[in-house]
């Protein structure tokens, strides 16, 4: 009887050699926490911020936030509390490291992650290589989302529920586990919906197999996650807001994450990569995919093609396909050399458990690694903050700002309400397009800065609006201005 397995599997120095996945998930950690991904993680847009000072005021008044407390415009109005669990949990490691913190938490979640994803393909029989080349590629499509936002959490949610359908399992199992993620993700991020297109291409996959036991199954546990879904602070009129905005069409075209790929762009070269990746697979393996596959593979990357914001939960959904037919390609046409090797090394991945020497060297990595997460002073308003900060007295009616630096001024400048922020979905349309009629400069701009009783401005140095109130000199005073930002005061 063959001990290959036994031996390592007893031997001590397994606890010292970490696997594949564990290099792999300490790899991404090393790189979400440079100096450059972690600053664009939380400097991208004022949302990390956002995200951050929304569950700090939960954290210090100890209830879910259920009217807004964070702007002028429309303070006192009911807010649909969505994302509250992850805007916890990344306030309270703002609390403890600051924008460090907030970005640790997101760089963890995508590590995790792509780690798992990597996991569960050698699990379904994935050649070790063919595994390892797919993350990496799903990971590198899905690098153009990775931010410090609670999206991050749907990229791990959306595994897992992925994970949970295509794993044979009975009835029981699957309504289970999926009325658990369901819970889940609904409180932490509101792009649970998503996990139901995947269930419908499955459902739709059970139809044309004529599985009608796996139809009844999969029907069961739609209806009992559809259900658990209610388990949250809005009820139903979550639901209900999510699907009206993504019916908003002013919406989708307003906000730059629902908008297609600019395939110019070099973050577009990720998602071009899984498009030619797949193109391939599809031309010269022409692997057999099951019905739902196929339905998942077209859904989703309509999807990812007509917003940006898709493109890292393709990678995700169409990852194990695609390292199945490379593993059966490989199979196929590699010399018995190489199936020799690949087969001790997936052997030998098996045996190691090196998880405390990846963990320790992540933990030192974040605690003494210089790199610090900032908002970079040329991009945003750090030096107009501190001097308001310092001229309080000169700032007491309300402002207008910028919206991108919504975000960054509610946890920099709490005792000053915003405007508007990040929260688009919040102010609706016609506040959103009020603010547009002023930095726009549309007939009647002044009116909006009239009807919300606006007596100062904070915008870019370069923005039009300075330009327009310069020419009011009767009305406007410019009282701060660096190469950044510049502050207008209302005389009378």
């Known amino acids: 009887m063959s001990n290959s397995t036994s031996g390592p599997q007893r031997h001590p120095w397994r606890w010292l050699l970490p696997s594949f996945t564990q290099w792999l998930w300490l790899l991404l950690v090393l790189v979400l926490l440079s100096a450059t991904w972690r600053v664009a993680m939380v400097a991208s847009d004022g949302d990390a911020c956002m995200h951050w000072a929304v569950g700090e005021h939960m954290l210090q008044t100890r209830q879910i936030v259920c009217t807004d407390v964070f702007s002028h415009t429309r303070y006192g109005a009911p807010i649909i509390s969505k994302e509250w669990l992850s805007e916890i949990i990344f306030a309270v490691a703002g609390r403890i490291a600051g924008l460090d913190g907030v970005a640790v938490v997101a760089a963890l979640l995508i590590a995790t992650t792509f780690a798992w994803l990597h996991r569960q393909l050698l699990r379904d029989g994935g050649d070790l290589l063919a595994a390892t080349v797919v993350t990496l590629l799903a990971a590198w499509a899905a690098s153009s989302h990775w931010l410090a936002r609670p999206h991050v959490f749907s990229f791990l949610m959306m595994l897992l529920w992925h994970d949970a359908i295509r794993r044979p399992a009975g009835a029981t199992r699957l309504v289970v586990e999926l009325a658990i993620i369901a819970v889940l993700w609904v409180n932490l991020h509101g792009a649970f919906l998503a996990g139901f297109f995947v269930l419908g291409a499955y459902w739709l996959g059970a139809v044309m197999e004529r599985d009608w036991t796996r139809l009844r199954h999969l029907t069961l546990a739609g209806a009992v996650a559809a259900a658990a879904t209610l388990l949250n602070p809005s009820g139903y009129r979550l639901h209900l807001h999510n699907l009206q905005f993504l019916r908003s069409e002013f919406f989708t ?99 190691v458990r090196g998880w405390p020497i990846v963990g320790l060297l992540a933990v030192a990595y974040v605690l003494f690694w210089p790199a610090r997460a900032e908002m970079p002073p040329d991009k945003w308003p750090v030096a107009a903050v501190d001097y308001i900060k310092t001229h309080r007295d000169q700032f007491a009616g309300n402002l207008f700002n910028q919206y991108a630096w919504g975000g960054y001024l509610m946890i920099a400048l709490p005792e000053h309400r915003t405007f508007v922020d990040g929260r688009a979905d919040f102010f609706g349309e016609e506040l959103v397009k009020e603010f547009q009629s002023v930095t726009t400069l549309r007939p009647g701009w002044q009116k909006p800065l009239e009807k919300y009783a606006v007596t100062w401005t904070l915008m870019p140095v370069e923005h039009r609006l300075n330009c327009a109130l310069a020419l009011l000199p009767a009305e406007w005073e410019q009282v701060y201005a660096d190469a950044t930002a510049v502050i207008w005061r209302k005389t009378k």
């Open 253 to 351: 075209g307003y906000l730059a994450e629902y908008s297609s790929t600019n395939f110019q762009s070099a973050e577009a070269l990720g998602f071009l990569a899984w498009l030619a990746l797949w193109f391939l697979i599809l031309v010269i393996g022409r692997p057999r995919l099951a019905p739902a596959e196929v339905v998942l593979l077209l859904m989703w990357t309509y999807f990812a093609l007509f917003a940006g914001r898709n493109i890292a939960l393709l990678a995700i959904l169409t990852a194990p396909p695609a390292t199945r037919a490379i593993s059966g390609a490989l199979r196929e046409h590699a010399a018995d050399r190489w199936l020799s090797l690949s087969a001790r090394m997936q052997e030998l991945d098996q045996a």
